[in-house]
């Protein structure tokens, strides 16, 4: 498996450190806490009976006969971390880097948040491991996401909504490291994804691959034989290199990511970096980012709000830079569709992020044909989406009506 | 008969330093953003800086996801991209600044506008518009190579930082590869002028950079009044001053922003003079 270099570059071109100096002290910290802790079996230990009684794993592998139902297709598998306690795959990494900044006996926890599923699941770690929580959420997710906001004050958490800039995940993750910066001594920041700088996207993806490692021996056990392919979401990346982490090194293995193209992939606020993407730097690290030519960076968009940032995570550029794995896109549309099949053909209200990996997913066991094992990662669930798209299709039967009506 | 070859940035600014230490003074750095609160006024007011007592000056190069900044600076930086300004714009404002006499004039821009406007060319544009070098606050020690090795060759100054939290001998390493002097940041956090200096550690931190070299030293983050800036050049050799001179002229355009920071750096500049 893939190590960042000794001064976090994955294949020597993606990642670094690119921090104001006030946090570079803290990153050394970090990443020598977080060696000691994974050469130490008694942390792993701690982890995984965490994961087994609080969060629920192993996760189960479901065979999705109805989802993909064509008798020339690819069988297709859905790993199933929607079940996961708090709905999706984040909790994996909250709980591991809960327990670090516990070990490095850091007094407070922030995060940083999008649609709040990170917020809830470092909040949850929080209220277990007892150590208070303050979550950074851009001021226009607060206002679209008040479930979420209100499920993490019922944690205990503090939740601050950032006015600046665009009001959504990017300036929450910019108010995130400058409120690290103030106060850089006793918190912990815990990142939400694989992103940042180093050592966070190395770190984060050894608190995800338990997602890999497990699919891999259930594969294994059940087929006799690994997937073809595999195939999860990208936003940050952290679901897709969790379950990259166990078949990176099985050649025979295709990887796939799915990114957001929002509106297609021409559409000026497309969420899909690696496909639309140029090389910079953002939120700490050297990868693709979603930019003007004069480097400064857009605004996104995509219906998931998981997926709607303006980077990705640094080891998914070289992945896709090596050609070890290939990314592409669905669009909202896509997304749509797929998040209606799952749910009535599986009987699963899916997250609008892990609908984009699912509408992929059946194209491409058409594609494989009969014999073709397509391992998807099933990243979250999808109670969050309901109202929003329940929403979003009444908007659009009502600009359909009128224009029938213009017509 | 051939020309005197021009002085390097790196040389102006040191000039800069030795200049206001003859005259038994710290250097006083003022930080605009280019183009707030508009493309005229900004220019108007770099070109106001010298006269109003500014040694050096910062022009920062306006960008969208500012880690370093407080809200102040970050706002200012949203003003001036909404009204259209670009790179540049930037280099241009200070250009025709510089022509006009203005003191030795750094940029001061994050690193994603720059890896995009290309390393050798932003350098090449610096010595061409007369511009000394740049600060750029995203890039520590760690990641520094590419850009010192655009800048070197130029004789381009790249000052570093040095925060609380640079233990001693790192501090010193910054010391020795910062091009110019070096920028020592007050307190934690980012750049605002709602809390002030942490002047405790900083005296103590100059001592131990002073064992190791007489390059010069400023101080930034938090600067709000004549009396920190003479606490600063009292400590060290200058103060840097963003934040308070934007609140200055907050809600201001035009003759009135130019003469409300033109005042506010004149009242700092008391600060400058060593009473020891």
């Excluded at chain 1, 921090?19 to 982890?47: I, K, N, S, T």
């Excluded at chain 1, 929080?126 to 226009?140: F, N, R, S, T, W």
């Excluded at chain 1, 929002?262 to 090389?279: E, F, K, Y």
């Amino acid at each position: 498996m893939n190590k960042p270099d000794a001064r976090g570059y994955f294949g020597g071109m993606f990642g670094g450190k690119f921090v104001p100096e006030v946090l570079v002290g803290a990153l050394q910290e970090l990443e020598v806490a977080m060696e000691a802790a994974f050469a130490d079996p008694a942390f792993w230990a701690e982890y995984h009976a965490i994961l087994r009684d609080f969060v629920g794993r192993p996760s189960p592998l479901l065979e999705a006969n109805r989802f993909s139902d064509e008798a020339d297709a690819a069988t297709v598998i859905f790993k199933r971390e929607d079940l996961n306690h708090t709905g999706a795959h984040k909790i994996n990494n909250t709980v591991g880097q809960g327990l670090l900044a516990r070990r490095m006996g850091k007094k407070r926890i922030i995060a940083e948040t999008g649609a709040g599923q990170h917020g809830v699941a470092t909040a949850t770690i929080g209220a277990k491991l007892g150590i208070p929580v303050d979550v950074y959420m851009g001021a226009l997710d607060v206002e679209r996401q008040s479930l979420n906001v209100y499920v993490m004050k019922l944690l205990g958490a503090k939740v601050h909504g950032v006015t600046g800039g665009t009001q959504t995940l990017k300036d929450a993750t910019n108010e995130a490291f400058r409120q690290w910066a103030a106060r850089v001594a006793d918190t912990f920041y815990i990142i939400g994804s694989v992103v940042g700088a180093h050592p966070y996207p190395y770190m984060v993806r050894e608190f995800q691959k338990v997602i890999g490692i497990e699919s891999r021996a259930q594969m294994l056990e059940r087929y006799g034989r690994l997937p073809t392919d595999v195939v999860a979401c990208v936003g940050g990346g952290s679901n897709a290199m969790g379950i990259f982490a166990g078949f990176v090194d099985d050649p025979d293995v295709k990887l796939w990511g799915v990114e957001a193209a929002g509106h297609g992939l021409h559409a000026v606020d497309t969420a899909a970096t690696l496909n639309a993407g140029t090389i910079g730097v953002l939120h700490g690290s050297r990868s693709y980012v979603m930019q003007t030519p004069a480097g400064q960076v857009l605004n996104t968009h995509s219906i998931s709000a998981g997926l709607d940032y303006p980077g990705v995570g640094p080891e998914h550029a070289f992945l896709k830079d090596s050609g070890r794995a290939t990314y592409v896109a669905a669009t909202d549309d896509d997304a749509l569709a797929a998040f209606h099949r799952c749910a009535e053909r599986e009987g699963i209200v899916c997250a609008l992020e892990t609908a984009h990996a699912l509408a992929f997913a059946r194209d491409l066991a058409r594609k494989r044909g009969k014999g073709g094992l397509v391992l998807v990662n099933l990243s979250g669930r999808g109670d969050k989406d309901t109202r929003q798209v329940e929403e979003h299709e009444a908007n659009a039967r009502a600009a359909a009506l009128v224009e029938t009506v213009r017509a | 008969m051939t020309t005197a070859p021009a002085m390097t940035g790196k040389a102006r600014i040191a000039e800069a330093f030795a200049r206001a230490h003859a005259a038994g003074r710290g250097v006083l750095v003022p930080y605009l953003c280019a183009g707030d609160p508009d493309r005229e006024t900004s220019a108007a007011m770099l070109a106001a800086m010298g006269p109003a007592g500014a040694d050096i000056v910062e022009l920062g190069i306006p960008y969208g996801d500012p880690l370093a900044d407080g809200p102040t600076i970050a706002a200012a930086a949203q003003r001036a991209l909404d009204g259209g300004t670009t790179i540049d714009d930037a280099l241009a404002i200070a250009e025709e600044a510089v022509k006009n006499g203005a003191p030795p004039t750094l940029m001061f821009t994050y690193y994603n506008p720059v890896l995009q406007f290309g390393l050798e060319r932003f350098a090449d544009a610096l010595v061409a518009s007369g511009i000394c070098g740049a600060i750029v606050p995203d890039v520590p020690l760690e990641e520094v190579d590419d850009l010192r090795a655009a800048f070197a060759p130029r004789g381009l100054a790249l000052p570093l930082l040095v925060a609380p939290t640079t233990p001693t001998e790192r501090a010193q390493t910054i010391a020795a590869a910062s091009e110019g002097f070096t920028y020592l940041v007050s307190r934690l956090g980012v750049t605002s002028a709602s809390t002030g200096p942490d002047f405790a550690w900083i005296a103590d931190r100059v001592a131990s950079l002073r064992t190791k070299s007489a390059a010069p030293l400023a101080i930034g983050f938090g600067i709000s009044s004549a009396a920190h800036v003479a606490a600063a050049c009292a400590i060290a050799d200058g103060a840097i001053v963003g934040s308070a001179l934007i609140d200055a002229y907050a809600g201001m355009v035009g003759a009135e922003a130019v003469d409300r920071a033109r005042a506010f750096i004149g009242e700092l500049h008391t600060g400058t003079v060593r009473t020891r």
